[in-house]
């Protein structure tokens, strides 16, 4: 079975203070994503990756970084943490190849900033 | 540009009754359609999928149809448990992309 985790399933963290959150796949998937879920919003795409130190900007890329520096590994980072910032974040990884676009997700993480 | 729309919830139920979640897509060229579940505290994770016309997906118990015509992929169960109690969310991949676009997702409540 695939298997997406993430590093912590609840954080507080205070406003300003730099967070990561990290994202490992066990899949060796090309793609990996990061969403935020917000109730009345459905999920948001903040940043993929199609491949190791490649990025690209979603939806709501401002006030978020990532890194790829290995295939498996994905990870957000919220530079100066903000209280709009707090919300549930999935990771998901998946395929490039054709027909294959399911995407799978990890638990999630459900951030609150103070 | 691509786009779902899914009925807005919460939907609630009895056990054991019908269930149908409606879901309408825009899409250029010939998408893929999916139906992924979020039980509480959780992930998502695919429900089932269909990747061409008339193409039925299915997985416990849950059925829905891609129906080209009606660009809809509209999700149905025949009797319901409490442990289906879920977000459901309708999703399509299109255009050679493979960043998925969802719907915002229904939630489902069913009492015994």
């Known amino acids: 079975d695939v298997k997406v985790t993430q590093s912590s399933r609840y954080l507080v963290k205070r406003t300003g203070e730099k967070v990561f959150l990290e994202c490992v796949q066990d899949m060796d998937h090309e793609n990996m994503f990061w969403y935020r879920q917000d109730p009345g919003l459905g999920l948001r795409l903040i940043y993929f990756s199609y491949d190791v130190k490649m990025k690209e900007k979603g939806d709501i890329p401002e006030g978020y970084s990532v890194s790829r520096e290995k295939k498996e590994r994905f990870s957000l980072i919220l530079e100066s943490a903000s209280t709009n910032q707090t919300s549930m974040y999935l990771c998901a990884s998946g395929f490039s190849r054709a027909g294959t676009d399911t995407q799978y997700f990890g638990p999630g993480t459900r951030l609150t900033v103070l | 540009g691509n786009s779902v729309t899914q009925m807005e919830g919460p939907v609630t139920l009895s056990e054991e009754a019908f269930l149908t979640i409606n879901c309408t897509y825009t899409?250029?060229?010939?998408?893929?359609l999916f139906w992924y579940v979020q039980y509480p505290g959780e992930g998502l994770q695919l429900l089932l999928k269909a990747t061409k016309a008339d193409d039925k997906g299915s997985n416990k118990g849950f059925e829905a149809t891609y129906r080209k015509e009606t660009t809809s992929f509209h999700l149905e169960k025949g009797s319901v448990q409490v442990s289906d109690s879920a977000v459901y969310f309708c999703?399509?991949?299109?255009?050679?992309?493979?960043?998925?676009?969802f719907g915002r997702g229904t939630s489902l409540i069913v009492h015994p």
């Open positions: 999703a399509l991949a299109s255009g050679g992309s493979y960043i998925p676009t």
């Open positions: 899409a250029t060229g010939y998408p893929s």
